[in-house]
């Protein structure tokens, strides 16, 4: 008996010796149950040790993931501390193997728990959990007008879900449906992780399905074979060329034109046979000077960034609409008919913010939840989308994207933003937005933020 016993342990520390030994590369071809398929993304994983098989030489594609296993795979994959740890969360020990990992992601905002203080680390993973768990890992936030016949057209589950397969990570089922209750298997969940790391495995584009057209504006956009400058470029597009898109990632876009595919900047597209037409709004004027500190009247440097953004958006074709050109006073219920009368199609409104606490500081867009959900929801994206190029091009804290009531987006029927660009009142803010280099910058952020919203929206 004693003999069988040190055998069989001989027989274990051997195979774990050999699963170490070999790395990687030589335990993904150890496993024997790899689905072809998908086996390029599963070894890519085991070769980073993102997963790993069993003792019984098997990898399990078909077992359903739980929540701690999907926590352990994403805090692998993101490099996040795994060490075992006291958690959050009742019904997850600091014995628990995950424990480090789900501390981690919970910190990171990657996963959440329940109301009840659980977080149930054995319920199965659903995808439609396993869409806000990718979002939040891989900070995704493009959307398209993407839609499933099981999933409702607004909310959080469906951003989610939307980003996701805008971001080429995972797709819906022929049917038209993405079923978010059902749960994710091992093989699955992988591959879904190897996309989120790699841009190489996203889906292809025999399965991809098209969410637009778009026409070239520049006079020779280059193709390259990932989603950045430091990519190869393959080729090139003439102005006018119309393009199927699939996805974006980031400010780049997966596209194919007959035989070529490969990524484009979307700042270099548009929409085809679109209307575009925007009312450009430079807060306050003439008698109402807003915000004044450190030598900054806000109604000057309201005036200064919207002209610049018109002459920006101007060179790419976008019919631009302005409340005031000039040093003049207009009423708020005259600067929303204006957008209205003139058939524009969004509305943006520009403004200096001021706070008597002058440590207060950073940047900060708003829109407001009033109107329809379609309104309401291209407001937030509009908003978003030139608020993740603002803060980041002035330099400034970043304030986030908030709703509120003012009267130019709340009592607009239009999708409407308006920009705080930075404190007058704090002396770092107000020396940046007295400065023409960093008014400039704030002018091309907030134009390419109105692209980028367009290239969302058609």
């Known amino acids: 008996m004693f003999k069988r016993i040190f055998y069989g342990l001989s027989f274990l520390v051997t195979f774990c010796i050999m699963a170490i030994s070999m790395g990687g590369t030589g335990l993904a071809a150890y ?16 070769d980073r040790k993102v997963i790993t098989g069993y003792p019984d030489q098997t990898f399990r594609p078909e077992v359903n993931v739980t929540r701690e296993e999907a926590a352990t795979m994403i805090g692998r994959a993101m490099g996040l501390n795994g060490q075992q740890r006291t958690t959050s969360f009742s019904d997850v020990p600091q014995s628990s193997y995950a424990s480090g990992y789900i501390q981690s992601a919970v910190e990171k ?14 319920n199965k993973m659903t995808r439609g ?16 007008y993407v839609f499933f016949s099981d999933v409702a057209k607004s909310g959080t589950q469906y951003t989610a879900i939307n980003t996701v397969v805008t971001a080429g990570l995972a797709n819906g089922y022929p049917d038209g449906s993405y079923r978010p209750n059902n749960p994710i298997n ?18 292809s584009s025999a399965d991809l399905i098209p969410i637009g057209e778009r026409i070239v504006t520049a006079d020779s956009l280059n193709v390259r074979v990932g989603p950045g400058t430091e990519y ?88 631009v609409v302005m409340t005031r050109t000039t040093d003049t006073s207009v009423s708020l219920q005259d600067r929303v008919k204006i957008g209205v009368d003139s058939g524009s199609d969004t509305f943006v409104s520009i403004h200096g913010n001021s706070n008597l606490d002058s440590s207060a500081n950073g940047t900060e867009t708003y829109y ?57 009142s704090n002396s770092s803010d107000a020396q940046k937005l007295s400065s023409d280099y960093y008014r400039n910058q704030a002018a091309e952020a907030i134009a390419y933020g109105i692209v980028d919203y367009y290239n969302w929206k058609y």
Request: hydrophobic content about 35%; glycine content about 10%; overall charge positive.
């Open 186 to 203: 091992r093989a699955e969940f992988a591959v879904l992780v190897a996309r989120g790391l790699n841009p190489t495995y996203r889906v």
């Open 232 to 319: 190869k470029a393959i080729g090139s597009l003439p102005m006018n060329t119309k393009i199927t898109i699939y996805y974006f990632h980031g400010d780049w876009v997966y596209f194919s034109y007959g035989s070529l595919k490969g990524f484009v900047h979307s700042a270099y597209l548009s929409a085809p046979n679109t209307k575009k037409k925007i009312t450009i709004d430079p807060g306050h004027g003439g008698s109402d000077p807003g915000a004044i500190g450190n030598g900054i009247y806000e109604k000057e440097l309201n005036l200064s960034v919207a002209l610049k953004v018109k002459k920006i958006l101007d060179q790419k074709g976008i019919q």
């Open 368 to 424: 407001s939840i009033a109107g329809t959900n379609t309104r309401s929801e291209s407001s937030k994206q509009l908003s978003s989308f030139i608020q993740n190029r603002l803060y980041k091009s002035l330099g400034t804290r970043n304030r986030g994207v908030k709703t509120a009531e003012f009267y130019v987006i709340y009592k607009n029927p239009l999708p409407a933003a308006l920009i705080e660009l930075g404190f007058i």
């Open 129 to 144: 959990e396993m869409a806000y768990l990718l979002k939040r890992a891989f900070n995704l936030s493009s959307t398209s």
């Open 109 to 122: 905002g990657i996963l959440t728990g329940y109301s009840d203080g659980t977080f149930r680390p054995e």
């Open 31 to 46: 496993l024997t149950d790899i689905p072809e398929k998908y086996s390029s993304e599963i070894n890519y994983l085991l």
